[in-house]
């Protein structure tokens, strides 16, 4: 059964702001508007707390209008339930008439009520006022009202707010009455009221024992933006499965990394506690987990999804940037900078004059996954996940599908395979893309698996493979495919290890790979860095495949630059995206214990992305942040995680020795 919600909403100026807003401002504001949410017969608002009286019944009297918000179907001991929780965060001690105050918790009860909000007049009501150069002139000394407060318990402006209103107002006096007046009729519970005591906070934001600062209003949100160098801030909300997986991490990472005094915070902002929600509308949060990655006051990045391995990359990122170390790298950096002196600009990189032999010897040729399974037997497994879906939407019918699987597509990969072909396989490729996204819009993603198979084997044919670099952007299948494999938090290891292996695939074609690198490289990226850590030895090795044939693309690229120019333009690479990679694959190999094969191409990866890279001087530091040669050197040691082929201890040996701090 549904139940009525209103807005009582009353003016705390009793009609002076409509009378005198112009004079004393320069603006026509209507009104100082304070508001209450009535439902299951109680009146509900914040001042001195929460309090709750009968409609109508607080200090305030008749409301001068009432806004019908719709209905709600959640009960009364559940509103009740929810209201007990808010206590905690709205109480007298955190009112601010401007930044925290009844209109921020009738907003927040309207919205757990019925999805809503209240009107923008009223919640745009504080940035009408503080545009104007009266309200600009008083904000410091209605923040002084909030952090003093008066004996009564009531906040009373100092006396810098007629000075104040004397240099913007004609009418000090009756500005600095008016604004006591507000702030007093605001703060009130009123006599009529049955007040809800609420604890007082002990500050803005509380740190728990793992160095998380919990916040629940937009004014101690800011207070750790501008109090700290770097702050790493976590959306979360009681009922997301994902926040609680994530969760120890982050917690985990706080304990490890914070700073006091300015350096490092990390805050958990609960959408569902106090004003978070408002927090989160602030900043666009649609979504948890959600982190935000700021560095003095400035947003850097954005991480959304239960993604440990990037969580932890994104925090040592920032950290570095806003700690830079200056130890040993200082030899690189002046060793650059002296190589460009002797050298001049074409012949400036230290790598040009090291000698790495095992780095030289690496081939980079891609690695490619050809093996074919039985094609009936892949055409009749997708066959079954295709009859059981009912209803079926998109643009073919299940008829269309199936039969352009067993008529053509199949045929295709079956006369591409043949060793050696017999005469050059042709298809209509232009309506595939069309085939992917009814599949892929239709069954769910444990059973793509057969879907992103056939496109790995097609993408082994050049003339496929060319169709497909033609085919840019988010319709490409690739991008489909990939995408999919995204979108969930516990994608099925079927179904990355496949994806993973036609994405390895796609560097058969220096076209592809080429619009893979451009077009999707957030995306390639994203998969790369949560699959390198992947608990299945199948996945990380299939993901330290694709992660060796982005790095050896880069190479040859660069190579054919060095050959072509004499050096490499730094305003053609990508500096953020080398140290994310870098650090996912440094964390990679420290992790890696069960295949010397992956530790392999790993560490391959990780000296073919540094060599030649024209960003070296900025990525130093950063491997000496992350301690580089003590995690590769580790590879050497006897035991677990230990290498023991000759060939590989000797690339993990220069790699240490000559490309790391």
Not at 304 to 332: C, H
Not at 470 to 477: E, I, L, V
Not at 543 to 565: C, D, G, P, T, Y
Request: aromatic share 8%; hydrophobic share 40%.
């Amino acid at each position: 059964m549904s139940t009525p919600v209103q807005l009582y909403v009353y003016d705390l100026s009793n009609g002076l702001a409509r009378q005198l807003s112009m004079q004393l401002t320069g603006r026509q504001i209507d009104g100082i508007w304070h508001t209450s949410v009535v439902v299951f017969g109680k009146e509900i608002f914040y001042g001195q707390g929460i309090s709750i009286t009968p409609p109508g019944g607080s200090h305030l009297g008749q409301p001068s209008s009432v806004i019908e918000m719709g209905e709600t179907a959640i009960d009364e001991d559940t509103f009740e339930q929810y209201l007990s929780e808010m206590h905690q965060q709205f109480t007298a001690e955190k009112y601010h008439l401007l930044d925290f105050n009844c209109n921020t918790f009738t907003n927040e009860c309207i919205a757990f009520l019925t999805g809503g909000s209240i009107p923008d007049y009223i919640k745009s009501l504080p940035a009408d006022f503080l545009s104007t150069p009266f309200g600009a002139a008083l904000r410091p000394n209605i923040d002084a009202m909030y952090r003093r407060g008066a004996p009564s318990g009531l906040p009373t402006p100092p006396p810098e707010a007629t000075r104040a209103a004397a240099q913007v107002s004609p009418s000090p006096a009756l500005a600095t009455g008016l604004l006591e007046a507000i702030a007093a009729r605001a703060s009130s519970s009123g006599p009529t009221g049955s007040y809800m005591p609420t604890p007082a906070a002990t500050s803005p934001s509380t740190p728990d024992v793992t160095g998380v600062k919990s916040c629940a209003d937009p004014t101690s949100f800011q207070s750790i933006l501008r109090d700290n160098h770097a702050v790493i801030a976590f959306f979360t909300s009681k009922t997301c499965g994902p926040c609680r997986v994530i969760e120890p991490v982050f917690q985990g990472l706080a304990q490890q990394k914070t700073r006091t005094n300015g350096g490092v915070a990390f805050t958990k902002v609960d959408l569902g506690v106090g004003a978070g929600a408002a927090i989160a509308g602030q900043y666009g949060v649609r979504a948890t987990p959600t982190f935000f990655f700021f560095l003095d006051g400035r947003k850097t990045h954005e991480l959304r999804g239960a993604n440990a391995p990037e969580l932890r990359t994104q925090v040592d990122l920032l950290i570095y940037e806003a700690f830079p170390r200056k130890s040993t790298s200082d030899y690189w950096i002046s060793m650059c900078s002296r190589a460009s002196d002797l050298l001049g600009p074409c012949l400036a990189h230290p790598h040009k004059s090291v000698s790495l032999p095992a780095i030289d010897s690496i081939s980079l040729k891609p690695i490619l996954f050809t093996q074919t399974p039985n094609l009936d037997t892949l055409l009749s497994k997708l066959n079954e996940f295709i009859d059981s879906i009912s209803p079926w939407t998109g643009v073919l019918t299940q008829a269309q599908v199936k039969q352009a699987l067993s008529k053509t597509v199949i045929p295709f990969l079956k006369t591409s395979s043949t060793p050696p072909p017999l005469q050059p396989p042709t298809a209509p490729f232009d309506y595939w893309p069309a085939l992917v996204s009814s599949l892929v819009s239709n069954l769910t993603v444990g059973n793509l698996f057969p879907l992103a198979d056939i496109w790995r084997i097609a993408l082994l044919n050049p003339r496929f493979s060319e169709w497909s670099a033609a085919k840019r952007g988010p319709q490409n299948p690739i991008n489909v495919l990939l995408s999919k494999a995204l979108e969930s938090n516990d994608a099925p290891r079927n179904y990355l290890l496949t994806v993973l292996r036609m994405l390895s695939n796609a560097f058969s074609s220096a076209n592809l790979a080429r619009e893979c690198i451009t077009s999707m490289r957030n995306d390639l990226t994203a998969i790369l860095v949560s699959t390198l850590l992947h608990e299945n030895v199948a996945v990380r090795s299939a993901a330290a495949s694709l992660a060796f044939n982005v790095a050896a693309h880069l190479q040859k690229h660069r190579l054919e630059k060095i050959e072509s120019h004499g050096n490499i333009d730094p305003e053609e690479e990508d500096l953020d995206w080398e140290l994310e990679v870098i650090s996912a694959l440094l964390e990679a190999i420290g992790r890696e214990n069960a295949s010397e094969d992956t530790v392999h191409r790993l560490t391959a990866s990780l000296a073919l992305v540094l060599r030649f890279s024209p960003h070296i001087g900025d990525l130093i530091p950063l491997m000496e942040v992350l301690r580089s040669r003590s995690i590769l050197t580790g590879k050497l040691q006897k035991g677990d995680g230990g290498v023991t082929q000759v060939e590989i201890r000797k690339l993990v040996t220069e790699v240490a020795e000559k490309l790391c701090p």
